[in-house]
C-alpha cells in the first residue's frame, strides 16, 4: 500500500483521525462539497459516522439509516459487487427519494457513494462524496476513490486490530468482540476450536464481567455443557465516537487446573466475593463444616497460605465461576 493514502491508512493514529486524514487527502485529489466514511459496526449491527467534512445532521443520519436499507444505488451496489456510483450512473435516481428530499435540500447537486470491502469480501462501511457542482465527481475522481476503497477496507474494518490482538495474544483461542450490553460479533473461531459457540452465552459472559469490571477481574470459568471454558477479558478503548467495542473475549476449552473441583471453585468464587463460611454454605445448601473444608482443599492445592492470598491468586488465574457470580447479581464485593 504506496502513496499518501497508504501513509495515512498505515499510520498508528486512531481510526477516527485516520478516517478524518483520509477525507482530507481525497480531498486534495478529487472535487467535492462534502465526504464521509460510515463503517459497520457488526456489535450493534447498525452504520456509525466516523468521519464527516461538511455535511449537515440530517444528511449524515439519512446515509446511516434509509440509505443502507432503502436507497436503489446503495442496494445495486451490494447486490451486484459493484465500485463508486453516482447519480448520474443510476437511471431515474435523480427522481428519488434521497436526491428529493435529503440532497438536494441540502445543498448537493451530484454525489457518489462506493461500499468499502475486503479481499475476503467482508463489508466494512461506506465512503460518500456529494458535490454542489452537477459536473463532479468527474471520471477521475471515480477512478481516485475506486482506487482508495481497497486500502480502506482493509484499514478500517471495524474487526481487524481486535482480530490480530487475539491471534497475537492466543492464537488458540475462540475470540469474540463484546460491547457492556452483552452484544456480540464472532471475530475468529480459534486454532483448536472448531464449533462456534452460543452467542447468548458469550453475551452472558460479558455481562459477567461487566458485574465485576471495577475489581479488575480479567478471567473467568464456566461449564457450556460440553466442558469447562477459560474466558478471558482484554478491554479496550473508544477507537471513535460511538465505537461500541467494549472488549475482546478470549475462550479456550480447558479443564479446571490444579485438580480444583466445580464445587471447590463455587466456594473459591464465593470466597473471593467476601461472604463467610455460613454464608457460603447457605449460598450452596451445604454445611459450614463442608464450605471450610472445601476453602481448606482449594487452599492446599493453590498452595496459598491463607484466605486473603488463596483470593489472590483466584483472581490471578481467572479461578471464578461465571456461574456463581452470575447468580449473585453484583450485590457483593470481590474481597481482594
Known sequence: MAGIYGDVLGSAMSMETRAHDVLDALGSRAASSASAICLWDPIQRRHVGVANRDYPDQVMEHF????????????????????????????????????????????????????????????????????????????????????????????????????????LVAPQAQAWAV????????????????????????????????????????????????????????????????DSLGAVLLVTRAALPLGITARELDALTLAVCGLTNTQIAAHLFISARTAGHHL?????????????????????????????LRGLGGRRSLAV
Open 64 to 167: 446511516n439509516s434509509w440509505f443502507v436499507d432503502n436507497d436503489p444505488l446503495f442496494d445495486a451496489m451490494r447486490v451486484h459487487g459493484l465500485g463508486a456510483l453516482r447519480w448520474r450512473d443510476f437511471p431515474d435516481y435523480r427522481e428519488g427519494y434521497s436526491v428529493n428530499k435529503v440532497f438536494r435540500p441540502a445543498g448537493f447537486d451530484e454525489g457518489l457513494s462506493a461500499r468499502l470491502v475486503t479481499a475476503d469480501g467482508t463489508y466494512v462501511g461506506t465512503i460518500h462524496v456529494n458535490c454542489d457542482d452537477p459536473r463532479y465527481p468527474s471520471d477521475a475522481d471515480v477512478a481516485e476513490i475506486n482506487a482508495l476503497r481497497a486500502q480502506m477496507a482493509e484499514q478500517l474494518d471495524f474487526s481487524v486490530r481486535p482480530r490480530m490482538v487475539a491471534e
Open 179 to 242: 460491547d457492556d450490553r452483552g452484544r456480540v460479533h464472532l471475530l475468529r473461531r480459534g486454532d483448536t476450536t472448531t464449533e462456534e459457540l452460543a452467542p447468548g452465552v458469550i453475551g452472558d459472559l460479558a455481562r459477567t464481567f461487566r458485574t465485576a469490571a471495577a475489581f479488575a477481574v480479567d478471567g473467568l470459568r464456566f461449564h457450556d455443557g460440553t466442558s469447562w471454558l477459560h474466558v478471558r477479558r482484554i478491554g479496550t478503548s473508544p477507537r471513535f465516537r460511538g
Open 296 to 324: 481448606e482443599s482449594v487452599s492446599a492445592k493453590m498452595g496459598a497460605p491463607n484466605r486473603a492470598a488463596c483470593a489472590s491468586q483466584a483472581v490471578a488465574l481467572g479461578l471464578l465461576s461465571a456461574h456463581v
